[in-house]
Antibody, heavy 123, light 112 residues
Framework: QLQLQESGPGLLKPSETLSLTCTVSGGSISSRNYYWGWIRQPPGKGLEWIGK???????YYNPSLKSRVTISVDTSKNQFSLNLRSMTAADTAVYYC???????????????WGQGILVTISS | QSVLTQPPSVSGAPGQRVTISCTGSSSNIGAGYHIHWYQQLPGTAPKLLIY???NRPSGVPGRFSGSKSGTSASLAITGLQAEDEADYYC????????????FGGGTKLTVL
């Protein structure tokens, strides 16, 4: 079955850039039927959608993060990545990657999810 | 503050029925976009529970059901079990601003 696994650093300093990678196994990232996305969850708080990408390279970002976010895809490695610039303590969160089926008409859902990776911003 | 509003908490005794509401607006639920629901057990990633307003993925018990009307949606859980104690999130698309996929603030379900 399809599995997603996040990887990257768990601790960053303020102003640094976060780089996370999501490795997809058990299926191809190059399916035209799916987008692939990132979601985050600050400790003890709710979920926030960050952005999504299609294997073709088409991207959509949360307007509140758009100026700091870049999502890219590497079909040869079956991976997609998140870059988030100018990190602050407010960006401390568990970062999840997920597949997004059902995106026709905007009604994407997130399924399945990776296990998540805690990223802490601290000097 | 989330554009999709959920009650912070609900509770029920084993065997009872509980509902969790998700109130939106004309730019999301009211515009006809699908509502999806997720269950997040403590310390784990969210899991898709209901998709497309009222569809259950394979493996999700029939005790869970979803509905939608106007600018609101609801998740119902019947025959409440201790293992249902978790956080529940609704999710949809909002066509205001540049468009975004958004989540409700989450509801903590406590099984008494």
């Amino acid at each position: 079955q399809l599995q997603l696994q996040e990887s990257g650093p768990g601790l960053l300093k303020p102003s640094e850039t976060l780089s996370l990678t999501c490795t997809v196994s058990g299926g191809s990232i190059s399916s035209r039927n799916y987008y692939w996305g990132w979601i985050r969850q600050p400790p003890g708080k709710g979920l926030e959608w960050i952005g999504k990408i299609h294997y073709s390279g088409s991207t959509y970002y949360n307007p509140s993060l758009k100026s700091r976010v870049t999502i890219s895809v590497d079909t040869s490695k079956n991976q997609f990545s998140l870059n988030l610039r100018s990190m602050t303590a407010a960006d401390t969160a568990v970062y999840y990657c997920a597949r997004l089926p059902g995106c026709s008409g905007g009604s994407c859902r997130f399924d399945p999810w990776g296990q998540g990776i805690l990223v802490t911003i601290s000097s | 503050q989330s554009v999709l509003t959920q009650p912070p908490s609900v509770s029920g005794a084993p065997g009872q029925r509980v509902t969790i509401s998700c109130t939106g607006s004309s730019s999301n639920i009211g515009a006809g976009y699908h509502i999806h629901w997720y269950q997040q057990l403590p310390g784990t990633a969210p899991k898709l529970l209901i998709y497309g307003n009222n569809n259950r993925p394979s493996g999700v018990p029939g005790r869970f059901s979803g509905s939608k009307s106007g600018t609101s949606a609801s998740l119902a859980i019947t025959g409440l079990q201790a293992e249902d104690e978790a956080d529940y999130y609704c999710q949809s698309f909002d066509n205001s601003l540049s468009g975004l996929w958004l989540f409700g603030g989450g509801t903590k379900l406590t099984v008494l």
